[in-house]
């Protein structure tokens, strides 16, 4: 439509996520009309981003150090850890108030058709973190915070599985009543704040007592998931994806073998 470098701006402005055709134009000709210094900082923070960003060397977050503020802060949990897809679902949960743990962050979640299995993600460092103590304490409950939609229910189930021979340690899921199909992100806090306390065991920890200091003790509101059998990474069969929506507390096997692509708006 244009020519030359303002169309280039708008192409590349249009490939990112949520903008429009409308929005991509809007943005290229609002940065003509900027100072050159707002353009410049612009300019350097992408730059910034293409030369490397720094990941937290224990939950895998950006981070501006070697750790990142939540796992150096000595105020948080080290016993509990909640295990997200990507660093801005630790943003939606921190927004809730409600935990007070570490984090972990796996970089995606399960998605076979497109290439991710459990080696794309970071599944090997998760295993390792609840091999070994955090500054002197040992993770007594993982909470699976994956998105509500069919690969990170999918995951959520491989982890389980992967986590039950570890008979001390607690797994938790948050609790359903989050849209299936959504984000994390998107939910708002009530509801993530909810869904976070409302959690329900998957496995481990019967004998536990009530935790303090991170969020509440959540209900053994189901019996634990029954075995699926294939490896997790082959599990997903293509299938139709309706009748996801609305759908309240699906079980995990049901589930996993649900997979259709994982909703974007
Ligand atoms: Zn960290």
New binding site residues.
């Given amino acids: 439509m244009y020519e030359g470098p303002v169309q280039n701006l708008i192409d590349e402005f249009g490939k990112l996520p949520g903008v429009g055709p409308k929005s991509a134009q809007r943005l290229a000709f609002h940065l003509l009309q900027a100072e050159p210094e707002s353009v410049e900082r612009l300019r350097s923070a992408l730059q910034a981003v293409v030369d490397g960003v720094t990941y937290?060397e224990?939950?895998g977050?950006v981070?501006a150090a070697e750790?990142?503020r939540?796992?150096s802060d000595p105020r948080r949990d080290p016993t509990l850890i909640c295990v997200v897809e990507e660093p801005k679902d630790i943003e939606a949960i921190e927004r809730t108030r409600e935990f007070r743990g570490?984090?972990h962050v796996l970089g995606g979640a399960l998605d076979p058709i497109n290439g991710i299995g459990p080696n794309e993600l970071r599944i090997a460092g998760l295993m390792r973190r609840v091999g070994e103590e955090f500054e002197g304490e040992e993770i007594a409950e993982i909470i699976i915070a994956t998105d509500p939609n069919t690969t990170g229910e999918a995951t959520s189930t491989y982890l389980a599985r992967l986590l039950r021979p570890f008979p001390e340690l607690m797994v938790s899921r948050l609790a359903s009543g989050l849209p299936m199909g959504a984000d994390l992100e998107f939910a708002d806090e009530l509801t993530l704040g909810s869904a976070l306390s409302g959690r329900r065991i998957l496995s481990g920890g019967p004998s536990q007592p009530a935790r303090s200091g991170g969020v509440l003790r959540p209900e053994q509101a189901e019996p634990p998931i029954p075995q699926p059998s294939p490896e997790p990474a082959e599990q997903p069969v293509p299938g139709a994806g309706s009748g996801a929506a609305g759908r309240t507390g699906p079980s995990e096997a049901e589930e996993s073998r649900r997979v259709s692509v994982p909703h974007r708006p």
Avoid: K, S
Wanted: glycine share 0%.
């Fill in positions: 937290c224990v939950c977050t981070a750790r990142c939540i796992c570490l984090y």
